[in-house]
């Protein structure tokens, strides 16, 4: 028996190479060279599908795809409507979160108007027949495969046709094209190659569940998130009920949309008002917390920006936030002490956005530094307000986007006054939100003590 060839292979790019070495030659990255075995595929030439033949440009329909609803009305917002004919989908989360639920729940509802596929690759038929019991969903019309071996899923795929079909998950199919172990980055790659161009050669839709790292990235070659259309990501801590979808690539929606579940005994529950979880609930107002609205897409959070400065204890202050980005807390802290005389190097600053969410837009800069002050000053802001605002180094308070849909989100949920950057203040006056636009750090600070 003659003796395979081993390679090495880039979890990365996918780049391969005969030797080891510490870094990449295709991508440069470093410590991404694992070990596989050379796979010798026969090539066999078939004819042409309609997706291979050349076509001129203008004589293709051009028209909208069709969408199937999910059921859920947060899975669609972030898929930008619905699933859409032919596309392929990575949905990728930690284990346990609640992927094989909210897709399980997505295809009972699906099955009513659509023909169904769930292709387990983890759990036996039993073991999904009991989580669909235990959720009381009604999956008489839900179609069920246990296998792993992607010919064979193919042959059922052609055979059935089904309009979505869910594989769950990527890492556990395998071909026996190739010699390399499931989960390998050979075997990932191809299946999921193969399993795209039956997605466009027939029109069904195709969910592919993806594990992660232990750095919250697909596992995988890099090239996967490359192939398919859409890649979402399901979030949340596992001591929490609340759950985040968002989408990190889209090409048939927005990337910024996000969508809010609630784990219960039944299943995924749709929050209809995430506001509510981003906010904390104190008896009165207490010092060190401002309420900011944050833009996701197309829906306005107010998310409660908490920060507490201390008395340093060492001889380097400590600059600590959660869900905001470190490196912007220290040049914010510069502002403050050069526009508004208010030094912090001689105190420890912790900065918190409530309720696990990511903040990463800059329309939080102001809260930001109200909160700090209100902190350092043990004085708390007046009740009911909220702030928003983008501060650049010259002190100035610098526009956000979509400033009108922010304030009005605020007057809905009840709050009355606003501190915003002057060229968002509204033409026509908010009913029942008094507004208080300012221009320059200091000025915001003023307004306030």
């Not at 048939?252 to 995924?268: D, P, T």
Request: glycine content about 8%.
């Amino acid at each position: 028996m003659a003796k395979q060839k081993t390679i090495y292979s880039c979890t990365e790019c996918g780049g391969q190479t005969l030797k080891w070495q510490g870094q990449c030659p295709h991508c440069q990255a470093w410590n991404t060279l694992v070990e596989a075995i050379s796979d010798k595929v026969i090539l066999r030439f078939s004819p042409m599908s309609p997706i291979d033949r050349v076509q001129n440009l203008s004589d293709i329909d051009a028209g909208e795809e069709t969408r199937y609803p999910t059921g859920l009305s947060e899975l669609d917002r972030v898929l930008g409507g619905g699933l859409v004919h032919g596309g392929v989908v990575l949905l990728g989360g930690d284990p346990g979160i609640g992927k094989s639920t909210l897709l399980l729940q997505a295809l009972s509802y699906m099955s009513t108007q659509q023909n169904v596929l769930y292709v387990s690759g983890e759990e036996s038929a039993r073991q999904v027949a009991l989580r669909a019991k235990r959720l009381a969903l009604e999956v008489k019309a839900v179609q069920l495969l246990a296998e792993i071996q992607l010919e064979k899923i193919q042959a059922i795929l052609a055979e059935h046709k089904p309009d979505v079909a869910v594989i769950d998950s990527i890492q556990t199919i395998y071909s026996d094209a190739l010699q390399s172990a499931p989960g390998s980055v050979a075997q990932v790659r191809e299946c999921a190659a193969q399993l795209t161009r039956f997605a466009k050669a027939s029109g069904t839709c195709i969910i592919l569940v993806g594990h992660v790292t232990k750095e919250g990235a697909l596992a995988g070659p890099r090239v996967l998130e490359h192939m398919v259309d859409t890649v979402l990501y399901f979030e949340g801590d596992t001591h929490s009920s609340f759950r985040l979808i968002r989408a990190f690539k889209n090409r048939f929606g927005a990337v910024n949309e996000l969508g809010v579940f609630a784990m219960s005994e039944k299943g995924l529950r749709e929050v209809s008002n995430p506001s509510a979880l981003f906010l904390s609930h104190h008896g009165g107002q207490v010092p060190g917390a401002c309420i900011m609205v944050t833009q996701e897409g197309t829906r306005p959070l107010l998310v409660e920006i908490q920060a507490l400065v201390d008395e340093a204890r060492a001889p380097n202050p400590r600059r600590l936030t959660v869900g905001l980005e470190q490196n912007r807390l220290a040049m914010l802290l510069a502002v403050l002490h050069r526009h508004a005389g208010i030094p912090c190097f001689d105190q420890d600053v912790f900065v918190n956005a409530v309720g696990g969410v990511k903040i990463t837009e800059p329309g939080a800069d102001l809260a930001i530094l109200l909160a700090i002050v209100s902190s350092l000053k043990n004085k708390s802001l007046p009740e009911k307000m909220v702030v928003i605002g983008e501060i650049g180094l010259a002190g100035e308070v610098r526009p956000v986007q979509r400033g009108q849909e922010r304030l009005k989100e605020a007057a809905k949920l009840g709050f009355k006054q606003a501190i915003i950057p002057k060229a968002n203040k509204p033409k026509q006056p908010i009913p029942g939100m008094d507004i208080i636009a300012v221009e320059r750090v200091e000025e915001a600070v003023a307004k306030i003590y």
